[in-house]
């Protein structure tokens, strides 16, 4: 198979999803050559067999994932690091990639999804949940154009789905419609985006999803 070869080393305190894992990842012809539940391990185990890719959760006993994958990153530069985290938080993200990680992907993700973006990472290609990319791409953009980031405003995951829908020209309950949620939540969901952007009105929030790459 095109993926044999590639030694793959996971990190999650989740026995199960490790399993899951080592299950679908050995299916698709990579091979596991360490798992980790802990900070301590991950950094032991990944310097004792040198993978090609470390699946890293962030919420691990310390050192967490971000401290891993910022130690791994600058020992081993041929490392590469796939964040799959429940969380899909600004500064997690953010986080993660500052430290070098190469992409970074829900948990929720469909199965193949997920395989897709362990093959891309281990041909070191940058990976992220489409939700996410337009986020990492404006953080770029921001500090590409010298732009102070310390104070921009933080959006939850859906507040930034909804924001990428209304940047495709979706009208609020065709928004409502394919989140399957009211659309009252919806509502509420923009008016938080506007008063943390402090954005007046739905061009304007249109104008700035499209200034950070969330209607591509």
Known sequence: MTNTGKRVMLVDDHPIWIEA???????????????ASNGEECLRRARAVRPDVVVM????????????????????PDMHVLVVSASGERDDVL???????????????SKTDLLD?????????????????GLVLGEYRRMAAGGDTANTPTLTERETEVLRLVAKGLEYREIADRLFVSHRTIQNHVQNVLRKLELH????????????????
Do not use: H, M, W
């Open 21 to 35: 894992l080592v299950e679908d990842l050995g299916e698709a012809g990579f091979e596991i050559v360490a798992t």
């Open 57 to 76: 959760d962030l919420q691990i006993p310390p050192p967490d994932g971000v401290v891993c994958t910022e130690i791994l990153t600058r020992e081993f």
């Open 95 to 109: 986080a993660a990639v500052k430290v070098g990680a190469k992409g970074y992907v829900l948990k929720s993700a």
């Open 117 to 133: 973006a362990v093959i891309r990472t281990s041909r070191g290609e940058a990976v992220f949940t489409p939700v996410l990319a």
């Open 201 to 216: 009105n739905r061009v304007e929030l249109t104008r700035y999803a499209l200034e950070q790459g969330l209607g591509d």
